[in-house]
């Protein structure tokens, strides 16, 4: 058997969507995991709705996650004259026949299958007759002259065998009266000229496939082998559409997922390997493999993703985590000025505490990022009178510490909570509140020694706190 080759085929018509993600992901391993090759095309023939700025999004989405395409992308718009030889090619070896019919006879065909509550299948009218009979003022459609005897077997690599009968399969078109191909026929051409040996996609083109392969042996081409995906649904048990939150690579990257755990969620979204659940990606690759994808549709699940994302955030390198920090408050927020980064760098150890994406680390670290303090209105509120003597009666003392550590810390701490009749919140809420501007965040006494000495006391005769 000749090089195992697969391909992802989106459509530049928006930004790419989990569930085609999911579909690179399973493509691009099962081929590295075979030695092969993995392509991109861009099935860019929607000529209204087609963007360059969505082609772009695509590879940069596909990138972002590890995902590289070999060769150049195959730009299916540049291929439609292969197309429409092949579909003259099927009329003239009788595998494919013009059809007059006009939109009226299609549509009244339609409204009588409706009435009957049947699926619609063209009623074949054109398919035997004598062109003669043509009326001169219609320009025909080419159809496929599909199989009607008998019954189609498919050896499914993920769904096991699946038989239907040829006669559900209507005389699909092949060719518009505009003389523009259409899908079936475009995929399949582009399929065979690039060499695909396997086919693996989401479980709603069954029925395509039985109509390409069908194209296939017209033509007297090597059959590829078909793999078809269960879809992902919602948590509810609905299909995933483009229209859902979180359906596409931006949503994610946007709160902070990084792409290490975003893959290896969606290579455990409806595949298994034992009972393992991370995967480096050299890992990913060694163990794919297609008899580990379920045949039930997944469940898209926010809170797995951001626990899975969790778990990178506490065991990667940190100064992998720095980068990739970097680059998000880049991306999103605000850059990490470069006297910032050595601070962030230190203090990532409790920056991280808790955080589940690189936005709760940026919300963690905006009182290093950031010059200026920005007060929670609600939180200043907090400041009463008690409060700021608190904040004072800690100025005045921290002022004579002259090594800076939890150690020298705690009997300040301890003093004024005796002094002021209060608990640990009562000095440490205030304190945090004039030192970050909110009530929450990290522990004070990380904050103060992150901060250093000089910043702290900038920081707490602030006018802002009366």
Known sequence: MSKVATRFA?????????????????????????????????????????KEEHKIQIINSLKWLGIEHDGEEYIQSQKIQDHIKI??????????????????????????ARQKKMPYIYNRKWRDADEKDAPKDIKPVIRFKSKIEGNSKLKDLVQGDVEIENNTI???????????????LSATVDDHQMGMTHIIRGDDHKINTFKQIQIYQAMGWVVPEFAHIPLIHTIEGKKLSKRDNASTLDDFSKIGIMPDALRNYLLRLGWSYQDKEIFTLEESIEHFNLEGIGKSPSKLDISRILSMNEHYIK????????NQLSKYCKLYKTEIKSDKKDTIKKSLTFLKNKAKTLEDIFNNSQYIILDNVNFNQDD??????????VISDFATKFTAVEKLNKETLEPIINELIKSNDTN????????RI???GSKFGPGIYDIIISLGKEEVIKRLINKKLG
């Open 10 to 50: 989106p459509s530049p018509t928006g930004a790419l969507h989990i569930g085609g993600v999911r579909t690179a992901l399973f493509n691009w391993l099962f081929s590295k995991n075979q030695n092969g090759t993995f392509h991109l095309r861009i099935e860019d023939t929607d000529k209204e709705r087609s």
């Open 424 to 431: 640990f919140k009562g000095v440490g809420q205030p304190l």
């Open 434 to 436: 004039a030192l970050t």
């Open 315 to 322: 065991n990667i390198d940190e100064n992998d985590l720095f």
């Open 87 to 112: 579909a003259n090619e099927l009329l003239q070896n009788g595998n494919a026949y013009k059809c007059y019919c006009s939109a009226e006879e299609i549509e009244e065909q339609k409204k009588r």
């Open 380 to 389: 200043i509120k907090l400041i009463d009178e008690k409060a700021k003597k």
């Open 170 to 184: 209507e005389d699909f078109i092949i060719l518009r009266n505009d003389g523009t191909p259409t899908y079936n």
